[in-house]
């Protein structure tokens, strides 16, 4: 590289800042700062810009977690530091101990969401758009083969990214293209005064492991691993973002919401390219609301070879309260499938009755008395509406959700013929199928399942001189 300087890092800087976004003029930026090199230096180069180049607030925010003795120390360092670049500074004193027993947590996951709640509230405290932190190129190539290791897909080799919103603020990574040793040649020549973290050499942690002894080991074979491993985030990070864009138009066009359930039809889902129906699949998970973080491949490939396979009606089980079910051509979602109906009956004594409200089901039944003249001239009867010989029906009627072994003598066919098989016939989906009511008379004969079917009692002829109609509506 060329010489390590302060104006070399500052043009690097600048340079990532204008291709990113990652900041306008004016803006307030929370500065993660440690007390290590990478932190020390990312304060001394942002607060070059911000006093020749670009005007920012910069706000030092450091969070003690008190696991070592040298945690102190660290404090008065980024004190005296703040201090002298006339910056304000918020200091977190937290309590891990406490924290960890309380949550369950272990110490560095633990340490990671409280230090990163402490940066939310002070950004928030301050109005600042984002909040800065220090991760190097070093620290990209590690996190990456820790995911390739974990198995992760694409968004996961993108690696960290050197912008991302969360919590309405953004998180930004100016130094994400800078290597390690370029950052301790600044630090040395400007003499910035740097602590230690001596948890960084402890191979107990996972991270420090890959970097102390995997990739001294990889790059025997290719000197160049790291910068490889960069390359490779920079690369699959943009092809990510396509992908992702892809996916979130077809999830317009393809997806409908309905009482918190996401659904597409199959056939539309099996014309996308193999990676599209992937992304497709993860973002409805990820979507829906659970307690996963991200959704595996695991999960997303059985949603997909469900869909691939002949089946017309299953149901999977993907955790976290979520089901994906396949009702004939429709796939539908459930952030939590609805349980079997619970018992209902609702009576009506006499077709004198105009409505009857069945919470139950969120129906409402209309009753309506006619003459043979106004049944003639009215409109011809519809899925939700029939018509019954009101002096042939028998009340009182019964209006109730279906048992097992229910059947129903039906309109042009001899003898009975199970519910359960009219249902799965007019292709009712399994998921509703216990919620759609029965209308039945005063000896037990179901005379009609509103929007499917019809029996053969009760049926208007030519002697009929009064038409009782009932017809279901939404509540």
């Excluded at 890959?210 to 080991?217: A, G, T």
């Excluded at 892809?246 to 193999?274: C, I, T, W, Y």
Aim: glycine share 6%; aromatic share 8%; proline share 4%.
């Amino acid at each position: 590289m060329k010489e390590a300087d302060l104006r070399f890092f500052v043009e690097e800087v600048k340079h990532a800042a204008a291709e990113s976004h990652l900041w306008e003029a004016g803006d307030a930026i929370v500065v993660a700062v440690s007390g290590g090199p990478d932190s020390i230096a990312l304060l001394h180069v942002l607060h070059e810009i911000s006093v020749n180049h670009t005007p920012l607030r910069l706000i030092c925010a450091h969070a003690h977690h008190g696991f070592r003795q040298e945690s102190d120390a660290e404090v008065e360092l980024v004190r005296l530091l703040a201090e002298s670049l006339s910056l304000p500074l918020e200091i977190a004193y937290l309590d891990m101990p406490a924290y960890m027993a309380e949550s369950g947590k272990r110490g560095q996951e633990a340490s990671r969401l409280k230090r990163y709640a402490f940066l939310f509230d002070t950004a928030r405290q301050y109005g600042a758009r984002s909040i800065a932190l220090a991760h190097h190129a070093d620290d990209q190539a590690e996190t990456v083969m820790m995911r390739l290791l974990r198995g992760s897909g694409l968004s996961g080799l993108a690696g960290m990214r050197m912008k991302r919103s969360e919590q309405g603020i953004d998180l930004i990574r100016p130094f994400l293209r800078m290597n390690k040793s370029d950052i301790l040649e600044l630090c040395h020549q400007r003499g910035y005064t740097y602590a230690i973290d001596s948890s960084n050499l402890q191979t107990k942690y996972h991270r420090n492991a890959i970097r102390l002894e995997v990739f001294p080991y990889l790059e025997q074979y290719n000197g160049q691993f790291s910068s490889s491993l960069n390359q490779l985030a920079e690369i699959v990070a943009y092809e990510d973002d396509f992908v992702e864009r892809e996916a979130a138009k077809h999830f317009r066009e393809m997806v409908q919401e309905n009482d918190g359930r996401l659904a597409f039809d199959a056939p539309s889902f099996l014309s996308l390219h193999v990676a599209l129906q992937r992304r497709l699949i993860k973002l409805i998970l990820n979507y829906l609301p659970s307690d996963q973080k991200d959704a595996d491949f695991v999960k997303i490939e059985s949603v997909r070879q469900g869909i691939l396979s002949n089946r017309s009606n299953w149901r999977l089980d993907l955790g976290h309260g979520i089901t994906c079910v396949r009702e004939y051509g429709d796939i539908v979602f459930w952030p939590k499938l609805p349980s079997e109906q619970g018992q209902y009956i609702y009576i009506l004594e006499s077709p004198d009755v105009t409505h009857r409200h069945l919470p139950a089901v969120d129906k409402i039944l209309n009753l309506s008395l006619l003459t043979d003249s106004e049944y003639r001239r009215g409109p011809r009867p519809t899925q939700g509406v029939a018509f019954f010989d009101a002096d042939e029906l028998r009340f009182p009627l019964t209006v109730r959700n279906r048992q097992p072994g229910d059947k129903m003598k039906i309109m042009g066919l001899n003898g009975s013929k199970k519910v359960k098989d009219i249902l799965i016939d007019e292709k009712i989906p399994p998921s509703i199928r216990s919620r759609i009511p029965m209308v039945c008379d005063a000896t037990g004969n179901i005379v009609w399942i509103p929007g499917v079917r019809r029996s053969v009692h009760a049926a208007c002829g030519r002697d009929t001189s009064r038409i009782l109609r009932l017809e279901f509506s939404d509540a």
